[in-house]
């Protein structure tokens, strides 16, 4: 039986970086994965180019029922820490909005440096095995009965991430493991996800498909002003994908098409400036054509602005500042980029990462119920987690 050190199920962020750091502290260090490749959401995120992290990391920017829990990682191993260690390794990158942090070329330079940091620290990784059960078979020992046979280790880590991308290989295999062991889990739904139609909008809102505008985006209390984009199945872009995240079922959202404007101030100076203009030919300096013509009648946009009424004027700013949209649903896990949820933090050591009810049994990554902003957060999670554990296990 083969016997490591440490086994890490997950070979994704979290996991690997855990590796790193348990390797360099001369851990004898496993880590098994049932896909054919290591970090396959690191290969494809980002549109290739990962977002790695983010120059505004704050507790802020994340979710879970523990709003404090996550602090204690994220000031122990910060996104500075991460950046020297993509400057070690020559990696070109630049920020774009927001702070967000990508490479020059492809997210694999990511992957290549966390592969080369595990080869450095001897870090074992072996692909292509299932797990098929868990053992606790001694106070200091754990079993994992793997389709390649049995191994043994002394720490456990379970960096299996969440239910988003299943064809990236995503599974519930984390959350099984943490009920096993008596954890609370708490219950998972897609984050980061495009929005869908309802069947009335569905018929109105088609012609836009394509057109982007940048937009304030408000649910409840909670506000986020970047793109949004009309999709045949519905809404999508930043400013969606980082609301979906607070959205319940049911509800409505708020979305304000022109949030650099006071449309109502803009319609009644214009009126006095420009009174023989058409409607339509002011709106289509700041908005698409197509876009002015769903959300206003065709008839009231070829009346010139002096034959607009005060209250025709209010309408018309309500409708493009003031648009209460509720969606059918989300597009789900197929296309989500993270999962809301999961293991309890309240039963995890914020230090180290340890179950608070299984010595030597450790959660990192997207299995634990910490979920972060869209730009960077979550992979910092996966990191400041991973780090933390590895100093422990």
């Known amino acids: 039986m083969v016997t490591p050190d440490v086994i890490i199920i997950g070979a994704g962020a979290a996991g690997l970086m855990c590796a790193i750091e348990a390797g360099k502290r001369g851990r004898n260090v496993l880590v098994i994965d049932h896909a054919r490749k290591s970090g396959n959401k690191i290969r494809m995120s980002g549109g290739g180019r ?11 920017n994340y979710l879970s029922n523990n709003p404090h829990f996550c602090k204690s990682a994220l000031s122990r191993y910060t996104q500075w820490d991460f950046i020297d260690m993509v400057q070690r390794y020559h990696i070109p990158y630049h920020e774009r909005s927001h702070g967000q942090l990508f490479c020059n070329d492809t997210a694999k330079d990511i992957l290549d440096m966390l ?38 280790c ?54 836009l498909t394509g057109i982007a505008v940048d937009s304030l985006v408000t649910y409840q209390n909670i506000q986020f002003r970047e793109n949004l984009l009309f999709t045949h199945r ?21 979305i304000n ?7 109502f101030e803009l319609l009644s100076q214009s009126k006095i400036d420009s009174p023989q203009k058409k409607l339509r030919t002011l709106l289509q300096t700041h908005l698409p054509k197509r876009l002015i013509s ?13 034959s607009l009424t005060e209250k025709q004027l209010q309408i018309i700013a309500q409708q493009l500042q003031s648009w209460h949209f509720k969606p059918n649903g989300t597009e789900g896990y197929r296309t989500a980029e993270v999962t809301l ?36 957060y979550n992979f910092q999670w996966a990191w400041s987690s991973g780090w933390c554990a590895g100093q422990y296990v």
């Open 257 to 263: 098409l022109l949030p650099e404007l006071d449309v």
């Open 294 to 306: 769903i959300f206003i009648d065709n008839a009231t946009l070829d009346l010139t602005l002096q």
């Open 115 to 152: 592969l080369a940091e595990c080869k450095q620290a001897n870090v074992r990784i072996k692909l292509k095995t299932t797990v098929q059960k868990i053992e606790k078979i001694s106070k200091k020992n754990f079993r994992v009965l793997t389709d390649d046979g049995a191994i043994q």
């Open 154 to 207: 002394q720490s456990l880590v379970i960096a299996t991430g969440g239910l988003s991308i299943p064809t990236m290989g995503a599974s519930s295999y984390g959350y099984q493991v943490a009920s096993q062991f008596g954890h609370h889990v708490w219950p998972t739904h897609a984050g980061l996800v495009p929005f869908t139609w309802q069947p009335v909008d569905k018929e109105k809102y088609a012609s």
């Open 50 to 60: 990962c977002n790695f992290t983010n120059y505004h990391i704050d507790a802020d």
């Open 234 to 254: 519905g809404l999508s872009g930043p400013a969606i994908l980082q609301i979906s995240s607070y959205w319940q079922t049911g509800d409505k959202i708020e």
């Open 341 to 376: 949820g999961g293991v309890d933090c309240n039963e995890i050591s914020s230090k180290t990462m340890e179950s608070q009810k299984c010595s030597d049994l450790y959660f990192i990554g997207e299995v634990v119920d910490v979920t972060g902003w869209l730009g960077g």
